[in-house]
């Protein structure tokens, strides 16, 4: 039987809400998709509640029409700079008399893994288990159903701000939406672009979106390492409105027509000049693409470098003959994967989510990676436990989707 899972992506730039039908192959049939501009979010934190919960709105709405489908629940992405993460270990005794280990054996572990020192302020969003030791015995993916009278099991936690969750729960639940589970972005997207074979031999997945860069190393099938850092996409904008002085929209439009991570002298007989909209109005400047790329080749060597120094902080340079899958609006960036390739020595290819059918063509693009992803992981992570498919075709349009987001709303105005 198919079931219909519904991912939102809030992030800096957007918010895409996606609505698509798991089949029992593994293959998603997109059903439908909601696109708007983000609004009060930076850098993946929320800024302003208002305006966030308009934007969510808009493009659950968007999505609903577009698929005929009420939805009701979701899995959201999260990132931001406030997140972080550790790695701990738990450690338990087998209680069994014939000291078979089972599946309360393994929660118990996880949970003992969970027994370290978090600040208040702080909480956990994810306890990822990523090996298990039974005995001594290392690199064990599942030890249910095993011998042994000792289990340890490594683990990777991701933590956030408990304010910045909060914000973020509060601006979908207001949007007349149930989170079925806060997903880690940069596992969403994995998800989406990386395949087993990948996450085996060991990867680093970069996800470029508008605010931040979302990194996850992936080995022996778990992950490993993850961190989000505060820059992306749009200070490529920002830098190009600063040094050539144009506004923001210019800046944008002259990144993505004439845009790359390379700088070029160009060559005899090619035409530099560019011409654009300056800060005066009705008034236009001529802009040289060589220096344009000069612009946004600074930028995104210094991301390049700041990923660079995460890999080393890992502990895993050198381990990763997989190399780094790059995903992310900046991953459009012409020759930013060739800029990585030079700089780090590694593989580097560009992520683009596959296995789709139905809407596909709307979503198989590198800036959809994390929408896809969420959607994978309700696939995955949803069917280890009863789950009621809460998202359901609307049989009388959208109306009563409608109807409780007034009721939500009238709310907040009534004692």
């Known amino acids: 039987m198919n079931r219909t899972v519904v991912g939102i992506d809030v992030g800096t730039t957007k918010v895409c809400t996606m609505v698509a039908e798991v089949r029992p192959d593994g293959r998603i049939n997109v059903l439908g998709v909601g696109l708007t501009p983000s609004k009060g979010l930076d850098r993946g934190v929320v800024v302003n509640i208002d305006d966030a919960i308009s934007a969510i709105s808009t493009s659950v709405e968007k999505a609903?029409?577009?698929?005929?489908?009420?939805?009701?629940?979701?899995?959201?992405?999260?990132?931001?700079?406030?997140?972080?993460s550790l790695n701990s270990r738990g450690v338990v005794a087998i209680s069994r008399p014939d000291h078979e280990i089972t599946a309360m054996d393994v929660a118990r572990a996880v949970e003992s893994a969970q027994a370290v020192a978090i600040?208040?302020?702080?909480?956990?969003?994810?306890?990822?288990?990523?090996?298990?030791?039974?005995?001594?015995?290392?690199?064990?993916?599942?030890?249910?159903?095993?011998?042994?009278?000792?289990?340890?099991?490594?683990t990777h936690i991701v933590t956030g701000e408990v304010m910045a969750i909060q914000n973020l729960i509060k601006s979908v639940e207001r949007a007349g939406v149930t989170i079925d589970d806060l997903v880690l972005q940069p596992l969403a997207s994995g998800e989406a672009v990386l395949t087993p074979e990948d996450k085996d031999r060991g990867v680093v997945l970069v996800d470029i979106g508008g605010g931040t860069t979302d990194i996850a190393i992936f080995i022996q099938g778990g992950i490993w390492h993850s961190v989000v850092l505060p820059v992306g996409g749009n200070h490529f904008t920002n830098d190009i409105v600063y040094v050539l002085h144009t506004p923001h929209n210019t800046a944008e439009y002259l990144k993505l027509k004439y845009g790359a991570a390379i700088a070029e002298e160009p060559h005899?007989?090619?035409?530099?000049?560019?011409?654009?909209?300056?800060?005066?109005?009705?008034?236009?400047?001529?802009v040289s693409r060589y220096e344009l790329n000069q612009i946004l080749q600074a930028r995104a060597e210094q991301i390049v470098e700041l990923i660079a120094a995460e890999i080393r902080r890992s502990g895993y340079e050198?381990?990763?003959?997989?190399?780094?899958?790059?995903?992310?609006?900046?991953?459009?960036l012409p020759r930013f994967d060739e800029l990585m390739r030079e700089m780090l020595g590694m593989p580097v290819r560009i992520g683009r989510p596959t296995n789709l059918t139905g809407l596909a063509d709307a979503v198989d693009s590198p800036p959809y990676a994390t929408c896809v992803g969420l959607v994978r992981w309700g696939m995955v992570n949803g069917l280890r436990q009863p789950h009621k498919d809460a998202n359901k075709p609307s049989e009388t349009g959208n109306w009563r989707a409608v109807y409780e987001r007034f009721k939500s709303w009238l709310r907040e105005f009534l004692p």
């Open 268 to 286: 005899e007989g090619e035409e530099d000049r560019i011409t654009a909209e300056s800060f005066a109005p009705g008034e236009q400047i001529q």
């Open 64 to 84: 609903e029409r577009l698929s005929g489908y009420r939805i009701a629940t979701a899995y959201v992405g999260i990132a931001g700079r406030h997140v972080q």
């Open 318 to 332: 050198g381990l990763l003959p997989a190399g780094i899958v790059l995903t992310g609006g900046a991953a459009l």
């Open 119 to 154: 600040p208040t302020q702080r909480e956990i969003i994810h306890v990822i288990p990523r090996a298990y030791i039974v005995d001594g015995h290392e690199n064990i993916r599942d030890p249910v159903g095993m011998s042994g009278y000792r289990l340890e099991v490594e």
